[in-house]
């Protein structure tokens, strides 16, 4: 089955900064790779999500690449802000499989 | 719209006790799940359905039980709890059934402690 790994699991960044989360995944025919942000006490919430026939998406701060060849997506957060402050989550899934897996997490820190 | 909606928030339980963790979604969503989610294992797939009398096994479906009688609801049971299953349990729904190339909604989660 696929296999996600995701790096760091712990980050801490000053505000302002940009922060970097890396994930891989083993199965090749994985072609959708959402990113979750779980805040304290609450479930995950879906900030963005990227398909295998894209290689970049942006949503004003945070950005995802895909790289199809070396199956790794990374996550990228620009000019942090104390709320961006979570634990965030990669996945990745093929379609119809009807079941998605999930990296370790993150806890992103930081710090005003 | 509620969205999902787990209950309780919090359980305390002894060992060998059992227990219904509840979650029901508004969305008429086909496909509900639920995760455990431990500290530094991520979230881990327990059981899913993808619709109404269908339900499947996911990555750790050992000491759980599930049904799903509505499309509303997805319970899921505990028949005899251990030590081994305290951890935070999530319960997510997606509209589509099989194509996974939709986001996933999470409840709130459930603290389960069991003693």
């Known amino acids: 089955g696929e296999n996600v790994e995701q790096h760091p699991s712990t980050l801490s960044v000053q505000e302002g900064d940009s922060a970097v989360i890396k994930c891989t995944y083993s199965?090749?025919?994985?072609?959708?790779f959402p990113w979750y942000k779980q805040e304290l006490g609450k479930g995950p919430q879906l900030i963005i999500d990227?398909?295998?026939?894209?290689g970049e998406k942006k949503d004003q701060r945070i950005a995802v690449t895909l790289n199809k060849t070396a199956k790794h997506f990374s996550l990228h957060i620009t000019e942090t802000q104390p709320e961006d402050s979570a634990v965030y989550f990669c996945a990745a899934s093929i379609t119809n499989a009807g079941k998605s897996t999930f990296g370790d997490g993150t806890t992103l820190t930081v710090k005003p | 719209n509620a969205g999902v909606t787990q209950t309780p928030k919090f359980q305390v339980l002894k060992t060998g006790q059992s227990m219904t963790l509840q979650c029901a979604q508004d969305?008429?969503?086909?496909?509900m799940s639920w995760y455990r989610q431990d500290p530094g294992m991520g979230l881990r797939l327990i059981h899913y359905?993808?619709?109404?009398?269908?339900?499947d096994q996911g990555e750790v479906p050992n000491g759980y039980n599930v049904s799903r009688s509505t499309t509303e609801d997805f319970p899921l049971r505990l028949l005899s709890a251990a030590p081994s299953q305290t951890s935070v349990y999530f319960c997510a729904s997606r509209k589509d059934r099989i194509e996974t190339n939709e986001k996933l909604f999470f409840g709130s989660g459930t603290q389960l402690s069991v003693l």
């Open positions: 199965d090749s025919a994985s072609n959708y």
């Open positions: 990227i398909r295998s026939n894209v």
């Open positions: 969305m008429n969503h086909e496909y």
């Open positions: 359905s993808v619709g109404a009398g269908i339900t």
